[in-house]
């Protein structure tokens, strides 16, 4: 029961990183219908420029206690990701907005490429680390060890997932975004503006990914790679919680969190892979609109 | 860009005029017999082709060969069928590893040792099938709806393929699996990429094809003029897989060592983008797509790390400047039946519009318009 309970907790930290990466999937997705496969190499910079700001920052701002100063770097790396991904869209996707979908998809495959080749040539294949922002302490109750590092991960998800449910349920660029997400034929007609709804939107879901990215670094190593596989496991937990859907896009992070920490307990790690794109097919057969996505019927 | 592929082409047709005037002037039964002596020199050519050129130029036209046959099949799918298809590089590693189970395997087991480079294309054709069934159990339950599913089933698929054979220690797991001889060489690969490109040019033209135009113009309008479309697109998706195992063969018996890396997304995105650069719906595109790609991803060889910088740059410029890519529609002209070449096309059209001057100019006579 305690190694359960214990497991839970740690599928839990890592279900909130995927749920973090796939709500971006999935904002893009309900947004523009484009299956942002930049997206896992976006969460890749933004562990790249914590890395950079938060060891300047503690290196030059010693006095400063470490949560301020992990605050800051997440800020920091959320600001310049934000960036990344809003001049991603405004110099390759938008030109293609008028063209067949699938020219934006492959442009999609090729800025995610570009992103893990570039960071590999120009920063190294080395595996770098976060620094430090705070001791780690390791506290048990009733047989159960969970550190403070498990604890912010899974508060701080969790708190910006709110916020952004809340941005999406209750403000008025929320309301644009559903608007657009509805009818982007009809949105504009009611004094929405697309463009930069659309803008805002990929800002807002890189930045997610760059609190993603800011927890993830503190706990495994940065290298240009490890946006492929979270990438492809945040892609999955979006499509299993049913793509487009914000809710199911968080729901599906955690399902996926799930899938990685029980499957070795069954099978070798190894599986891990086979076991989350297995679940992946056989929910599709089944539910091909994912968990919470609603069928849309095809109109002539 | 578009200027200047534009440019290209006009100056390459205008070069080619001459040429082009000089064969329509040939009789006609030497002009159906062109093609095939062409084929023929080609594939002694192919035959000759270790006595002068050197092992790298050999390797570089092997693989442009396996990239054709790839980037065809997939355009069946992606360009013909419009569908939007990103593993088939999981069909690639089912072909690659069941026939090399074959040539290594089983043939000696079963006392045929000495035959190998003679069975070499049965074990290609076993693992094409092989791809292809596959190809079928993706196919039965993806096609339930359009759009995107077809893409994240083919990516699961591609992921799934590569998780197994990483787990399969039998096979070599991780590590690989090696011990096939050194099978492929130019002749055989000229000899699969005219036979697909053949093939796939037949299908696309053939009323099946039709079908196949139909369902990427409108699904439900083609469904309207019974095309029997779930049909049309499952065999088209296992013909594509077939072709995508065959390739795989190949691939395996001249690396003579095949790992799951080597099948990973990475590849089937390298493949998708052949097709694009190529252009979709045009089988010389692919041609053209999978030759370009191959050598100059040799010529930047030297770049080192910044090669896979510089491709996917090209590659989204490519996107945005030229979305249809080189030869989007469009076909080079000895690849489309007679019958359906424009100028055919055109004066059929004549012979129409002269039939019914004819029909019209009594008519209007008789006082009746119609």
Redesign the interface.
């Known amino acids: 029961m305690q190694g359960l309970i214990q497991q839970v907790l740690n599928a839990l930290q890592v279900g909130s990183v995927y749920a973090l990466i796939a709500l971006g999937y999935t904002m893009v997705y309900g947004i523009i219908?484009l299956?942002n496969f930049a997206h896992g190499d976006i969460f890749m910079v933004s562990t790249y420029v914590a890395f950079f700001v938060g060891t300047a920052l503690v290196s030059h701002l010693l006095h400063l206690p470490g949560v301020v100063v992990l605050v800051l770097t997440m800020l920091a790396a959320m600001f310049a990701t934000a960036l990344l991904a809003v001049l991603i869209e405004r110099f390759?996707y938008k030109?293609?907005r008028q063209?067949?979908r699938?020219?934006?998809?492959?442009?999609a495959?090729?800025?995610?490429?570009?992103l893990?080749?570039?960071t590999?040539?120009t920063i190294g294949p080395d595996p770098r680390f976060l620094p430090k922002f705070f001791p780690v302490q390791t506290f048990t109750v009733g047989g159960i060890a969970f550190s403070n590092i498990q604890i912010v991960i899974i508060a701080v998800s969790a708190v910006v997932m709110l916020i952004l449910d809340t941005i999406v349920r209750r403000t008025m660029v929320g309301m644009a975004m559903r608007a657009v997400s509805w009818d982007k034929f009809t949105a504009p007609l009611m004094g929405v503006p697309v463009d930069r709804i659309i803008s805002i939107t990929f800002a807002i879901g890189a930045a997610i990914a760059a609190v993603g990215g800011c927890l993830y670094g503190m706990v495994y190593t940065v290298d240009p790679y490890m946006g492929i596989r979270i990438g492809?496991w945040a892609f999955?937990s979006a499509?299993v919680g049913g793509?487009g859907n914000i809710r199911g896009a968080m729901l599906g992070g955690y399902i996926l969190g799930f899938v990685e920490i029980f499957t070795p307990v069954v099978l070798?790690s190894?599986?891990r892979?086979?076991v989350a794109?297995?679940l992946?097919?056989i929910l599709?057969?089944f539910r091909?609109y994912g968990i919470l996505g609603r069928?849309v019927a095809?109109k002539? | 860009m578009t200027q200047l592929l534009s440019s290209i082409r006009n100056g390459l047709s205008r070069a080619l005029a001459p040429l082009h005037a000089a064969y329509a002037s040939l009789p006609a039964p030497v002009r159906r017999w062109t093609m095939p002596a062409l084929l023929l020199l080609f594939f002694v050519i192919a035959l000759l082709s270790p006595s002068f050129l050197n092992l790298y130029w050999q390797q570089v036209l092997i693989y442009v060969g396996i990239n054709i046959i790839l980037t065809a099949s997939l355009n069946l799918v992606n360009g013909y069928m419009g569908e939007f298809s990103v593993g088939h590089a999981g069909f690639m590693a089912v072909g690659a590893y069941v026939a090399s189970i074959m040539t290594v395997w089983v043939f000696p087991r079963w006392g045929l040792g000495e035959y190998i480079p003679y069975l070499f294309p049965i074990a290609l054709i076993i693992g094409g099938l092989a791809a292809g069934l596959t190809g079928l159990i993706i196919a039965v339950p993806s096609f339930r709806t359009r759009g995107d599913y077809l893409a994240i089933v083919t990516l699961a698929w591609n992921m799934i393929v590569k998780s197994v054979l990483e787990n399969v220690d039998a096979i070599g797991g991780p590590r690989g699996f090696m011990g096939m001889q050194k099978l492929t060489s130019v002749a055989w690969v000229y000899v699969w990429v005219v036979i697909t490109i053949f093939l796939l040019r037949n299908l696309v033209y053939s009323n099946f094809g039709r079908g196949t135009l139909s369902i990427r113009e409108d699904e439900i309008a083609s469904s309207l003029v019974s095309v029997d479309t779930r049909k049309v697109k499952i065999t088209v998706f296992v013909v594509a897989s077939f072709f995508a195992g065959i390739a795989g063969g190949l691939f395996a018996h001249i690396i003579q060592f095949i790992n799951p890396r080597s099948f990973s997304i990475l590849k089937s995105t390298e493949t998708l983008v052949m097709v694009y650069l190529g252009g979709i719906g045009s089988l010389g595109g692919s041609i053209l797509g999978a030759t370009i790609y191959t050598v100059l991803l040799e010529l930047l060889r030297p770049l080192q790390v910044w090669r896979w910088v510089v491709g996917p740059l090209l590659l989204v410029l490519l996107m945005i400047f030229r979305p249809r890519g080189i030869m989007g529609m469009r076909e080079w002209r000895f690849l489309v039946p007679p019958e359906e070449r424009p100028e055919m096309i055109d004066a059929l059209k004549e012979r129409v519009r002269q039939k019914r001057k004819m029909v019209a100019a009594p008519s209007a006579v008789g006082g009746s318009s119609d």
């Open positions: 219908r299956i390759a030109p293609l063209a067949p699938v020219s934006a998809v492959i442009t495959l090729g800025v995610g490429l570009f893990e080749n570039f590999l040539a492809w999955i499509v793509i070798a190894t599986y892979d086979f794109f297995s992946l097919l599709l057969i091909p069928p095809q002539v």
